[in-house]
Each structure stands twice: as structure tokens, then as C-alpha cells.
């Protein structure tokens, strides 16, 4: 079986939400995510987190300096295709870099929720990766 690692962009506020962003083709509010690229040279967890974060802000995205991805892995059914795959989740904390942090990303395609939001699955429909990810990493 393939292992399929995934990049996660967590950007939290200081009330303690995380940023979600819709995905069409899961059909759900996940946190933003991408597989890294193979490359040459192979991107690693950090910059596709960032890439990922990037994409969906439209602003420029940094690492949290002082904090590092946090591993996990898991065998999930996938809603595509419906088989069982290995994912490696690599969940890597990330902010918008302090130059543009005066940009309003209100009426960018994220939305906050709170992780208690999240875990009793208050806000729907969340990608069931999301409510794992959050579970092992913000509570684990």
C-alpha cells in the first residue's frame, strides 16, 4: 500500500480557532492541505503546508518560527474512490507572514471555527480527516 503524505497547514487565532477552507471535490470544509510535490527537489512538509495556507489566502504564509510539523499516520477509507490508503499527515503550524498582517482576510475563502465547533461536528460538513487531525494534534 502506498503511504500518501500530506502536507496541513494549522493556522490558529489567538482565541483559539483554526482556519478552514472549502474543497470542492470532497465536498467539505477541510484544513488547508496539499501532497507534497516529489519535485526535483522534493518539497518538504513545511513548504507545501505554507504553499497550501498561500493558496487559499492569496497572501504570503510563514512556519510559526520556534514550532515544527507534528507526524501522524493513519488508514482511512477515502470518499473518492472508496479504497482504505496509508496517509501521513504532516500538520504544520503556520501564520501570515507579520509584513501582511495588516491584510483583512475577511472576505478571503476561510472561514474560523472553534476546535470544540470542530470536534462535535457543530459546523458541517467537515472532511472526517479534519475532526483526527484535530483530535491528535490540538488535544493529543
Given amino acids: ?6 502536507s496541513v497547514a494549522l493556522l490558529k487565532t489567538s482565541d483559539g480557532k483554526v482556519a478552514l477552507t472549502w474543497s470542492d471535490p470532497w465536498g ?5 492541505m496539499t501532497k507534497r510535490s516529489a519535485g526535483p527537489p522534493p518539497e518538504t ?13 492569496q ?3 510563514r512556519v510559526v518560527p520556534g ?5 501522524m499516520r493513519t488508514l482511512q477509507l477515502s470518499g473518492r474512490d472508496g479504497e482504505i490508503h496509508d496517509y501521513q ?12 498582517k495588516w491584510c483583512d482576510i475577511t472576505h478571503r475563502s476561510v472561514i ?29
Wanted: proline share 8%; glycine share 2%; with cysteine.
Fill in 1 to 6: 500500500m502506498e503511504t500518501r503524505r500530506i
Fill in 28 to 32: 467539505a470544509f477541510v484544513l488547508p
Fill in 45 to 57: 512538509a513545511e513548504q507545501a503546508a505554507v504553499r497550501a495556507m498561500a493558496e487559499v489566502l
Fill in 59 to 61: 497572501l504570503p504564509v
Fill in 67 to 71: 514550532q515544527f510539523g507534528r507526524e
Fill in 89 to 100: 499527515f504532516t500538520v504544520v503550524p503556520v501564520e501570515i507572514h507579520p509584513d501582511f
Fill in 112 to 140: 474560523f471555527a472553534t476546535t470544540a465547533h470542530i470536534q462535535t461536528l457543530d459546523v458541517q460538513p467537515v472532511s472526517p480527516s479534519v475532526k483526527l487531525i484535530i483530535d491528535e494534534c490540538m488535544n493529543g
